[in-house]
């Protein structure tokens, strides 16, 4: 029952700004870990930034300084801000969610992906 629904994706210009939005549903959103994922043609899926449900942040060393993930508890959703596009950042980003169950252990939850393509 647990949905992810992204936005945000588009073409931008090197140099360029854009934000990305995953709205969660069906779950305590606040006790979850989010991060981002992206894939670029012929490369492998990474992880681009992570924020613990207490707010503590990753990034990756290609995007630190340029990308923020940051999140809004009361509204069940995280957010992607990029800053200084370049090429290389060109892929199809995804939404992850991750949601504790104790002993249990934990239980993964992907977004559909969104294109981000950046170019002159």
């Not at 934000?19 to 981002?36: E, N, P, V």
């Not at 924020?51 to 992607?80: C, E, H, P, W």
């Amino acid at each position: 029952q647990v949905q992810l629904v992204e936005s945000g994706g588009g073409l931008v210009q090197p140099g360029g700004s854009l934000r990305l939005s995953c709205a969660a549903s069906g779950t305590i959103f606040s006790r979850d870990a989010m991060a981002w994922y992206r894939q670029a043609p012929g490369k492998q899926r990474e992880m681009v930034a992570h924020i613990t449900g207490d707010g503590i942040t990753n990034y990756a060393d290609s995007v630190k300084g340029r990308f923020t993930i940051s999140r809004d508890n009361a509204k069940n959703t995280a957010l992607l801000q990029m800053n200084a596009l370049k090429p290389e950042d060109t892929a199809v980003y995804y939404c992850n969610l991750v949601e504790p169950q104790g002993r249990w252990g934990d239980l993964e939850y992907w977004g559909q992906g969104t294109q981000v393509t950046v170019a002159s």
